[in-house]
């Protein structure tokens, strides 16, 4: 087709523009943190004053903590706008500390967090929480119970290790068995899933979306946005030795590239 004058190309393009689905523009940073404590005996502990000034510094730089199914809806063009210094905090594995340290300091600044559960450690292994110290947070609002799996496997070792057959079995195990535990135990419909040990493949992909998850998140460092598959938006991992001058590095966008 020629173009007769600079007015048919306007004509155009503006034609174009308004048969094209509207995407999210904006990415969001989703932080992944797991424990914390008055000691830092590992690199996925930060210390408890480190995740107070974290969040302080966030607050007072203007960011506004939203919820992860906010941010999944908008990513996924169902609500069109969100605060432009948006950002997400998950924690995972259910690590009793969420409920000793973390919880004071979220309820303080009353923010939004995701918490990541393996069921089968839940009122059973001596680091976790119990079942009823979820649903306390849970009834505060301001913490929200996904899936991260059954029992936290090594997707990748498994698929090295088991049978085909097996391995298959496995996978089925985790992403069904976990999401019908949460369901029944927390009483809400389970959406979103955490990959253990952030360890995804094409195939995991699919059976998640199978298994009835909208979305499924991985820790590959960058903000979540549209135009990544949903069933492995990326969060950033939060260990121990990130200063402050690092979360405004993550946080701003700086490392998404
Ligand atoms: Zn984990």
Not at 21 to 50: N, W
Not at 241 to 247: A, I
Request: include cysteine; charged fraction near 25%; proline fraction near 4%.
């Amino acid at each position: 087709m020629a173009l007769k004058s600079p007015f048919t190309f306007l004509v155009l393009l503006a034609t174009l523009w308004l048969s094209v689905p509207v995407f999210a523009a904006q990415g969001i940073p989703v932080l992944c943190y797991h424990r914390c404590g008055a000691e830092v005996k590992d690199s996925m502990t930060i210390h408890t004053k480190d995740f107070a000034a974290q969040l302080d510094w966030l607050i007072k730089n203007g960011y506004t903590v939203i919820g992860l199914d906010t941010a999944a809806r908008y990513i996924k063009g169902e609500i069109k706008s969100i605060p432009s210094k948006s950002i997400v905090i998950t924690a995972d594995d259910g690590h009793k500390s969420v409920y000793s340290d973390m919880a004071p300091i979220i309820k303080k600044y009353k923010v939004p967090v995701t918490l990541f559960i393996y069921p089968s450690a839940i009122s059973n292994a001596k680091y976790a929480m119990t079942w009823d110290q979820l649903r306390e947070l849970e009834a505060t609002k301001l913490f929200h119970v996904e899936s991260h799996t059954y029992w936290h496997p090594n997707f990748k070792r498994e698929k090295k290790t088991l049978s085909k057959e097996e391995y298959e079995k496995s996978v089925h195990a985790q992403l069904y068995k976990s999401k019908a535990t949460l369901e029944k135990k927390m009483g809400h419909g389970i959406k979103y899933l955490a990959w253990p040990f952030g360890i995804y493949d094409k195939d995991l992909l699919v059976k998640a979306k199978e298994a009835g998850y909208d979305m499924a998140f991985s820790i590959d460092n960058h903000h979540m946005k549209a135009g990544i598959d949903n069933m492995a938006q990326p969060r950033y991992m939060i260990i121990d030795g990130y200063n402050l001058k690092r979360l405004e590095s993550i946080s701003s966008g700086k490392e998404d590239k």
